[in-house]
């Protein structure tokens, strides 16, 4: 089989090129595009002037965003002044209490939010855990917290000494330590409240209980236990479950019972005197400590993210978004994302109001941190309600 091999395939013999394959004379010269039009150059010149334009634009832009960064130190949660219209009445009216015992009853129930039933990022074990926190706290309110319901002072100071004389609140004087933030002030405890915490106690016998119930409704308005009341064996008994505490104590800690303000300053040199003799003992609820630091947490939290705006304000859908941990559980998208396997955000147990706050709810932290004074709310007319720090 021949395979047709010629001369031509040789590297020593060179076919000879056609003619309409020689090199092109003007092969050498540098090639170039047609003249551009007059109308063509101008437009450029737009367009190269508004490129240029706009990246003056935003090399501003980030210089104004890295001075507002180090001013508030990096993390900016909100760069603008909130225009102010006045004071915000949304949490009054978005609350429907008439009395002081609806509003004490009302704070007890909306402190804390439920438990996700799904995709909550907490075991069991954790959940246990939060909901045995709860059940210890103890039962009392604040008077500032009731003050921001009503809205209504004079009306609210005297249906509270009406309870007080008819026994069917205790007013308590707990001051806290350090600065403000971790005072709570002059509280409420219902006192029905404060018998059934006594009922369920485990390391009372029932006849110490029902003396100690005697005691607490003999004399509302005093602070104190009469001396001899109760035998040395049963004030240690007490004062192990966190019913009784020394005078002294109470001075050390900052944390006074009183019962009509009136009388607070009396009642307190009355109750130092006798403290000297070693005879009188002071009313309390059990797990204080932890009730403060939770509270003090909370109002920490909020003051601190307020403080990541420049002007130390912000809406309040956006700070109640940062207290949430920016979550979207219910959401159409969020369910869609999970079924499909993808990332739908972070579950609730990864955020710190669940891992420190114990699900503390954030509607509750904002009217404690408003009673206490920490924050203001006023009308903005533009993003909602905003909250500014004082």
């Not at 907490?122 to 706290?137: D, H, P, V």
């Not at 604040?142 to 003050?147: M, R, T, Y």
Request: glycine share 6%; net charge positive.
């Amino acid at each position: 089989m021949s395979l047709n091999l010629t001369a031509a395939h040789s590297s020593r013999i060179k076919k000879p090129t056609s003619a309409s394959r020689q090199k092109n004379p003007f092969a050498s010269f540098r090639r170039a595009k047609a003249a551009s039009t007059p109308t063509a150059l101008h437009s450029k010149g737009k367009q190269l002037e508004a490129n240029l334009h706009q990246t003056e634009e935003s090399s501003k832009s980030a210089s104004r965003h890295n001075t507002s960064s180090s001013v508030t130190g990096g993390d900016v949660l909100f760069d603008e002044a909130l225009p102010d219209l006045g004071p915000s009445r949304v949490i009054t009216e978005s609350v429907a209490v008439s009395s002081v015992t609806q509003a004490i009853q009302h704070i007890q129930s909306t402190m804390f939010s439920d438990i996700p039933e799904r995709r909550s990022g907490m075991n069991s074990t954790r959940i246990a855990q939060i909901m045995a926190f709860r059940k210890s706290l103890p039962p009392i309110v604040s008077v500032a917290h009731v003050h921001v319901l009503l809205d209504e002072p004079t009306k609210v100071e005297r249906e509270i000494v009406q309870l007080v004389d008819s026994a069917v609140v205790r007013r308590l004087l707990v001051t806290g330590r350090g600065d403000g933030t971790y005072g709570l002030g002059d509280c409420l405890v219902l006192l029905d409240d404060w018998e059934k915490l006594v009922r369920n106690s485990t390391s009372l016998d029932d006849v110490l209980k029902d003396r100690f119930i005697e005691a607490l409704r003999k004399e509302t308005k005093s602070p104190a236990v009469p001396a001899g009341f109760f035998s040395p064996e049963e004030t240690a008994a007490l004062v192990r479950s966190g019913f009784l505490v020394t005078a002294s104590s109470h001075s050390k800690s900052g944390y006074i019972n009183v019962g009509h303000s009136t009388t607070s300053h009396s009642t307190t040199r009355a109750v130092h005197s006798s403290s000297e003799r070693g005879s009188t003992m002071i009313l309390s609820l059990p797990n204080m400590g932890p009730y403060l630091r939770l509270l003090g947490s909370a109002r920490t939290q909020i003051l601190d993210t307020l403080r990541k705006s420049r002007y130390s304000e912000a809406p309040l859908y956006l700070i109640r978004d940062r207290w949430d941990g920016s979550i979207e559980l219910n959401s159409r998208a969020s369910v869609a994302k999970h079924i499909r396997g993808e990332f739908a955000g972070v579950l609730p147990g990864r955020t710190n109001k669940w891992k420190q706050l114990h699900g503390l709810n954030f509607q509750w932290a904002l009217e404690e941190a408003l009673g206490a004074g920490l924050i203001e709310i006023f009308n903005t007319g533009s993003v909602g309600p905003g909250v500014r720090s004082i």
